[in-house]
């Protein structure tokens, strides 16, 4: 079936820092691929999203690019604020239509001043 | 507009009793996800509604847990004899199909469910 990986938490950066948070996934066929964001006391938000491979997403200065060839959507942002500290979460949607999410474990950022 | 909106936001029960949790999607969404988070699982899928299809009940852990869905636009996702395990934050989504390609799925705030 298919299944989200990435990088376990927690990950605490000083603010201006470069940020990378991994993920890898495993799916038949051509998933689309997002990256949501949880900030505290808020719920989910759609950060950014790609649907084929070699697109790159990106929102609020960070991106991913869909690679196809090592199964990989990583999330970067070359400056991270403190406003940033949120669990952001990697997932995949069947891109036989719509379909539920399937979720990565999400991983905590802390930025600090 | 508005968005998703779920309650109760937070819900405290005993081991035993039923409970039911609602999600509004937002208006003219004809797909609706519910999904469950915990500490231990992380983000689930629970069930899908899309139009007037059958719904998707595959991930339903058991047959405790029901959902329905009326008129095409509320939720309801029921628990019976509820158990300390399905403490969670139950998240609800919806979106627009837009024809063969994933869509943008917009999340509720979640409703925390404690059972005691």
């Known amino acids: 079936g298919n299944s989200v990986t990435q990088m376990e938490g927690p990950v605490t950066l000083s603010e201006e820092a470069f940020l990378t948070i991994n993920c890898t996934y495993t799916?038949?066929?051509?998933?689309?691929l997002f990256w949501y964001v949880q900030y505290p006391g808020e719920g989910l938000q759609l950060l950014l999203k790609?649907?084929?491979?070699?697109d790159k997403g990106s929102n609020k200065g960070f991106e991913a690019t869909y690679r196809k060839e090592t199964t990989s959507f990583h999330l970067e942002k070359g400056s991270v604020q403190v406003s940033d500290s949120a669990v952001y979460f990697c997932a995949l949607s069947d891109h036989s239509g719509n379909t539920p999410l399937v979720f990565g474990k999400g991983t905590r950022l802390s930025v600090i001043a | 507009g508005a968005g998703v909106s779920q309650s109760p936001s937070n819900k405290v029960t005993e081991k035993g009793k039923d409970v039911e949790l609602r999600c509004d999607p937002i208006s003219g969404h004809t797909a609706l996800y519910w999904y469950r988070q915990s500490l231990g699982q992380g983000l689930e899928f629970l069930i899908y509604f899309q139009g007037n299809s059958a719904p998707d009940k595959s991930g339903l852990p058991s047959d405790r847990f029901s959902a329905e869905r009326t008129g095409g636009s509320v939720s309801t996702l029921t628990i019976q004899r509820t158990q300390q395990e399905d403490s969670a934050v139950y998240l609800c989504?919806?979106?627009?199909?837009?024809?063969?390609?994933?869509?943008?799925?917009?999340f509720g705030p979640g409703t925390r469910l404690t059972v005691l």
């Open positions: 799916a038949t066929g051509y998933p689309s």
């Open positions: 989504a919806s979106s627009v199909p837009s024809g063969g390609v994933a869509d943008t799925q917009y």
């Open positions: 790609a649907t084929k491979a070699d």
